[in-house]
């Protein structure tokens, strides 16, 4: 970006997950574009802290109260603001901050977004459990207020990056690429058994452990068409996903004249957050080119919707509305939580979810707060069914 513009204060909320890390890793790269004015984190007080001191930022939240002391202590003699709790995140997204990484994981980022988007912000955006718990109430805010989205995921970030705003009416549909997962060739059978270790170790990708659950399953990608119509205004019929296990095709947009647009790079989500950092510019970065000659082979396959449930049922609760989408990321947060502490099989997760959207299926949704009452619902039935084993969904670890 031009050396001479006055740099730009950044908030980082949740600075110490993997988009954070990225994101502060590309700030380090960007020779002073930025002042970093917030960074959050929910229990990592060390690294926080670390973070708060290497970047000289303003303000450090941590969202657990009771680690207050501990982040005050470890910041002792800083000059560095220090907060805790959920009222101090949202607190610190009202600051004016001139951009605001979105990168808490799961519906927990909610709130803080919405105080965003509430007061116009300009918003990097990858925290998509926000938009599909509250999708229709989020972007009816972002117009509202004249906030800005710009898309983090790899998916709508290489779909922003191609996509005309002024040519949206000659788009036929939106192609999602998805890796398929580390299951993508498992038989059924054999998923059945499958350890946390085992679906947190993407083929490609380096993330968190909930997104890398969520890719296993393809939850991730049923989530992300989800989180495409929001941003994007398609219906689910104009949003396909295909398979590309190579992940070098970020995404696509089909024209109606035939044309088809793609963002491609190296699978490195440090690509789409510097996109993010610098628009509309773009800022030089040291993420190795991707070399297409060494890549030699693309290769495409339809998602097999029989081992993947989870695509069905996103697209289900995508065109069911009201609040199912609310109940699928809810029940689905809650199952990934539970299998990755070994209580509950691999394919119990997207059963468990299907069990969530048949009990609430009719719900509608009004404001913020019928939202965040659904939510706290679908979680509640989504824990007693794993716990009270009804249905057999509960089984030991070992077995
Ligand atoms: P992560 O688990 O690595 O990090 C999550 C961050 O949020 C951490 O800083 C953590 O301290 C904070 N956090 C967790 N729970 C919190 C809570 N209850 N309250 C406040 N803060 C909390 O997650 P990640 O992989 O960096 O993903 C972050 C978001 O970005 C997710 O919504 C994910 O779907 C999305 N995303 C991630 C990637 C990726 O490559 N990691 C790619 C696309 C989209
Ligand atoms: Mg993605």
């Known amino acids: 970006m031009a050396e001479s513009a006055e740099p730009r204060s950044l908030a980082v909320f949740g600075s110490t997950g993997s988009v954070g890390r990225s994101t502060l890793d590309l700030v380090a790269q960007s020779n002073g574009d930025f002042q970093v004015d917030v960074l959050t984190a929910h229990r990592s007080v060390s690294e926080l802290a670390e973070q708060a001191r290497r970047h000289g930022c303003n303000l450090a939240v941590i969202a657990e109260p009771e680690l207050y002391g501990d982040l005050k202590d470890a910041l002792a003699g800083e000059p560095i603001e220090v907060a805790a709790g959920a009222e101090a995140l949202v607190e610190a997204a009202e600051r004016a901050s001139d951009l605001v990484m979105a990168a808490i994981v799961g519906a927990a980022g909610l709130p803080a977004t919405m105080a965003a988007v509430r007061r116009g ?68 059978d054999d998923m059945e058994a499958v350890t946390p270790a085992q679906a947190v170790a993407h083929p490609n990708w380096s993330m968190g452990a909930k997104i890398s659950v969520d890719s296993a399953t393809m939850m991730n990608k049923g989530l992300e068409i989800i989180e495409a119509h929001h941003l994007f205004g398609l219906p689910n019929e104009q949003i396909d996903v295909v398979v590309h296990p190579q992940s070098i095709i970020h995404s696509l947009v089909a024209y109606k004249d035939g044309s088809m647009l793609a963002q491609l790079g190296v699978p490195d989500m440090r690509v789409p957050i510097a996109y993010a950092l610098s628009w509309p510019q773009r800022m030089a970065t040291n993420i190795p080119q991707l070399d297409l000659v060494e890549v030699a082979t693309l290769t495409f396959e339809p998602p097999d919707m029989g081992r993947f449930p989870a695509l069905r049922l996103a697209r289900e609760a995508l065109s069911g509305g009201g609040g199912a989408p609310t109940v699928l990321n809810a029940a689905n947060e809650v199952a990934v939580a539970a299998f990755l502490e070994g209580g509950i099989g691999f394919l119990d997760i997207c059963r468990t979810i299907e069990r969530a959207l048949e009990r609430f299926d009719g719900s509608v949704l009004g404001g913020l707060e019928d939202v965040l009452a659904l939510d706290a619902d679908a979680r509640r039935f989504a824990t007693e069914t794993l716990s009270n084993g009804s249905g057999g969904l509960v089984r030991a670890v070992a077995q």
């Open 121 to 188: 912000a300009t918003i990097a955006l990858a925290n998509k459990e926000t938009l599909i718990c509250a999708g229709p109430l989020v972007m009816e805010a972002v117009s509202r207020h004249g906030a800005t989205f710009l898309p983090v995921d790899s998916e709508h970030n290489a779909i922003f990056q191609v996509l005309e705003d002024k040519q949206i009416d000659c788009v036929d549909r939106i192609v999602l690429t998805a890796s398929g997962g580390p299951f993508r060739t498992m038989a059924q």
